[in-house]
């Protein structure tokens, strides 16, 4: 994903925090096994969280499912051996099993809470609301219940983008599981174009 370029405007109320536009939002989300039916293909990768690049035999998923997990970070394993675990997945490590969802440092994700950034642009632990949704990429205004549960969440910093990924106005949201076979073509995944975000201080 690439961020959007586009003009910004800050303004720093007396409670220190900023009223900042111009950012552009995306969401991430947990997989569910359930959800994929494509053919299972084999994953190799880690049995533990502190490995990098492993080989060991991870199990057979449906190939949709791995690569949701290759493309968000994370998903919930229901059948086999390793039901009720995560196949999770980083630049640095690459797959491995984990007991929980995880960012990329290994802490876990949460719902409404977890949130991405370029270090250089938001600092972790930085903590932010959505307070305007702005539109979607072609214009058209961003579902209204979308927005409502977007807004009314705090997001922390926790977690930085895979390189390349980032951007000076981009920040990534974490939703939680998926709640549906073809998520990514459900309103909760939408993209925000030119939001505006409460930012914390510093």
């Known amino acids: 994903m690439l961020a959007l370029a586009a003009a910004s405007a800050i303004d720093r109320g007396k409670s220190g925090k900023e009223s900042s536009a111009g950012w552009y939002v995306t969401v991430y989300y947990t997989a569910v096994?359930?959800?994929?039916?494509?053919?299972?293909?084999?994953v190799t990768g880690c049995l533990v969280l502190d490995c990098e690049r492993g080989d060991d035999n991870l199990g057979r998923y449906p190939e949709g499912f791995v690569k949701a997990v290759e493309d968000e970070g994370t998903g919930r394993i229901v059948s086999g051996r390793h039901a009720g675990r995560y196949l999770n997945w980083s630049h640095d490590t690459g797959f491995w099993l984990d007991n929980a969802p995880r960012d990329s440092h290994g802490r876990p994700l949460e719902p409404f809470v977890s949130a991405a950034a370029d270090p250089n642009v938001l600092s972790a632990g930085r903590e932010l609301r959505i307070t305007g949704c702005g539109t979607a990429e072609d214009g058209t205004a961003i579902d209204a219940g979308v927005c409502d549960r977007l807004r009314s969440a705090s997001w922390r910093i926790m977690d930085e983008f895979t390189p390349g990924l980032?951007?000076?106005?981009?920040?990534?949201?974490?939703l939680g599981e998926e709640t549906g076979p073809?998520?990514?073509s459900d309103p909760m995944y939408s993209s925000l174009h030119n939001a505006t975000l409460e930012l914390g201080k510093p």
């Open 166 to 174: 980032g951007g000076d106005r981009h920040i990534d949201v974490y």
């Open 182 to 184: 073809d998520f990514t």
């Open 33 to 42: 096994e359930t959800h994929h039916d494509e053919d299972p293909v084999p």
